[in-house]
């Protein structure tokens, strides 16, 4: 797990995020460094929506089975997204986390949300107290992500969120819908390692690199990217029969094939 903290020690970490076992190995082959989970992708994986709650959300044992499977094929540290721990009571938040650590992964990121900063802060003390000091907690604050509260006064409420995540024990900060420099640079300022979400009008990797920022996520465009190339040969070999388009954006079987085996 310390190997995964040193990654935000500088520089730019930049996470693809993966959804199954396949597209954790394909990431990794890539040249990752380290794999962050979807949950967005994981859930569609497993047939259910995302941002789901109650009964409507992927069950924690397939939950938990199909992180097991990333971790086991990862080869590099996995950092997993657990949303809001699953629970609005930090016991139970952090047992759900406990049972995450128990499958390898070596982070997670868990988010406001719609919940209050308080919230999310009593849930990363009790992970913390539950878990020790190794794993890497990431604590997203969604207010870009969201829109919550008043622009003029969103910096300010960034920075006293940061400030309770820090001191419930969070090691890094995920501020995902911020792509302007200025706010990038006055987060970097408030001293945990920030992480952005990619979105188009975020600058590169030496640009963000240049702010302060270091870690870039995928987030889900990478499985909504999939299976939008798989709607869209989809359509076409069912209106034309025509082969060429889908052999043609298919990763190759043999090379595939040989990365889930350990090639």
């Not at 990862?74 to 759900?96: H, I, N, T």
Request: net charge negative; hydrophobic share 50%.
């Amino acid at each position: 797990m310390t190997k995964f903290r040193d990654l935000h020690a500088s520089g730019l970490l930049i996470l693809p995020n993966a959804w199954d076992a396949a597209s954790a190995v394909v990431a990794r082959a890539a040249g990752a460094k380290a794999v962050a989970t979807t949950s967005a992708g994981v859930a569609w994986a497993l047939g259910w929506p995302d941002g789901a709650e109650g009964q409507a959300a992927p069950p924690e044992g397939e939950l938990l089975a199909a992180l097991e499977r990333i971790v086991r094929v990862a080869g590099v540290p996995v950092s997993a997204d657990c949303e809001a721990g699953f629970s609005d009571d930090p016991a139970e938040a952090a047992g759900f986390i406990r049972r995450v650590i128990e499958t390898g992964a070596a982070g997670i990121n868990i988010e406001d949300g719609a919940g209050s900063a308080e919230g999310l802060a009593d849930k990363i003390a009790a992970i913390r107290a539950a878990v020790g000091p190794e794993l890497f907690i990431n604590a997203r604050c969604d207010l870009w992500l969201r829109g919550n509260g008043p622009v003029e006064g969103r910096l300010e409420e960034a920075a006293r969120r940061t400030a309770l995540y820090r001191e419930a024990g969070a090691d890094g900060l995920f501020m995902p819908g911020v792509t302007d420099e200025p706010t990038i640079r006055e987060l970097v300022g408030f001293g945990l390692p920030l992480n952005l979400l990619a979105r188009t009008a975020l600058p590169g990797a030496a640009a963000l690199e240049g702010m302060g920022v270091r870690r870039l996520s995928a987030g889900s465009n990478m499985s909504a990217a999939a299976y939008g190339t798989a709607d869209r040969l989809t359509r076409a070999f069912l209106a034309d029969g025509l082969s060429g388009p889908q052999v043609e954006a298919a990763m190759d079987y043999g090379a595939l094939n040989a990365l889930m085996s350990g090639g």
